[in-house]
């Protein structure tokens, strides 16, 4: 790293190759930096199909046992849960590059997608993503900060799995005096995929089996 002192001596060919590492990586200006476990790929955090095929997905307080179904097309996963023959909700994903996208959830789109990991990474990495969210017809501007944890799943009938979870902190201008707060997480693990995600306090959807 070039010592803070010499940016504005460097010649300008390193200087410029010094913002290429740090952008060509995802890394921005609000950007920080965790120390915790390194992850250097995709499948190695976790990020596609859940593998349970039994799920219950709550939705306001009210539990119901779901099939989990998924598939993976050219990068693009498709979570559909499904009770009595109709499809109760649907979660789409991204794999694009380096990063996990969410492409949309909970019947709400988001322009650009809203990047939920990227490697290489550390956990207690944080950054943020601007763009608008939409619903029908309907955007609105939209800010949102992401971070990382770690955290641990309890599947049933199975041991307990080490997780990262990311939690997304929505701030989205609808029009009125105070931006409307919502928050999404997701729980990624390996060989188990997105093993688990909260959308606010309405919808959630857990495992019921390994």
Not at 22 to 44: E, I, R
Not at 75 to 88: D, M, R, Y
Not at 121 to 146: F, L, N, Q, S, Y
Not at 186 to 191: C, I
Request: hydrophobic share 40%.
């Amino acid at each position: 790293m070039i010592p803070r002192g010499l940016w504005f001596t460097a010649p300008p060919v390193i200087a410029f190759a010094c913002l290429g590492i740090l952008y060509c990586n995802g890394k921005g200006s609000g950007d920080v930096h965790g120390t915790g476990q390194a992850y250097d790929t995709l499948d190695a955090l976790g990020a596609g199909c859940p593998s349970a095929k039994a799920a219950n997905l709550t939705l306001a307080g009210d539990p119901i046992p779901v099939a989990v179904g998924c598939t993976d097309k050219a990068g693009v996963i498709e979570v559909k849960l499904t009770a009595h023959n109709a499809v109760f909700e649907t979660e789409r994903y991204q794999r694009k590059g380096q990063n996990f996208e969410l492409l949309d959830a909970a019947g709400e789109m988001y322009d650009p997608p809203v990047i939920i990991a990227k490697v290489p990474m550390r956990v207690g990495d944080k950054w943020e993503w601007t763009g608008k969210m939409k619903a029908g017809d309907v955007a609105h501007p939209a800010k949102a900060t992401i971070s990382t944890t770690s955290d641990q799943i309890w599947i049933p009938n199975s041991p307990a799995v080490d997780a990262v979870k990311i939690t997304v902190d929505f701030s989205i201008d609808g029009g009125g005096p105070t931006p409307a707060k919502r928050n999404l997480s997701f729980w990624l693990a390996p060989k188990v995929g997105v093993v688990k995600r909260t959308f606010g306090s309405s919808s959630q959807r857990e495992p019921a089996g390994p």
